[in-house]
């Protein structure tokens, strides 16, 4: 089927979407994952399948809502959504593998010299800062 073939499907019955949205799985899955792994080599192949159904289910989202922009192409929809999915879980990632240790030093440095300063030593020295951390995380 061809692009236009599909956004057909997508605007069917329930079993033409369901059919269409196979068509664009398989057309698409595959050169999705290799455009984020290329793109964000960092990322854990399972976030990047994560991201990769992620935009597939935010094309479903939209074509059920009826918000879709069926002038706007398939192929660039994905990839573009695709990439961004693939961002936002880099960047919670980032904040994740950031170490207890190192966020308090970080915070320490941007304080440094200040009255909060002192009152942030003590918060850590007392261990409510990690509390904090982990309610947070």
Known sequence: LD???????????DEDR???FRDLYARYHEPLVSYLEH????????????????AFRALHDEVVAGTFDYNRPLKSFLFSVTANKGVDAMRKMSC????????????????????????????????????????VA
């Open 3 to 13: 692009e236009d073939e599909i956004k057909l499907g997508l605007m069917g019955t």
């Open 18 to 20: 369901e059919s269409a």
């Open 39 to 54: 793109k964000l080599p960092g990322l854990p192949s399972d976030l990047v399948v994560d991201a990769v159904v992620d």
């Open 96 to 135: 994740r593998t950031l170490g207890n240790a190192d966020f308090f030093d970080i915070v320490g440095e941007s304080l440094e010299g200040t009255e909060a300063s002192k009152q942030w030593q003590r918060y850590i020295e007392s261990g409510e800062a990690a509390e904090l951390v982990d309610e």
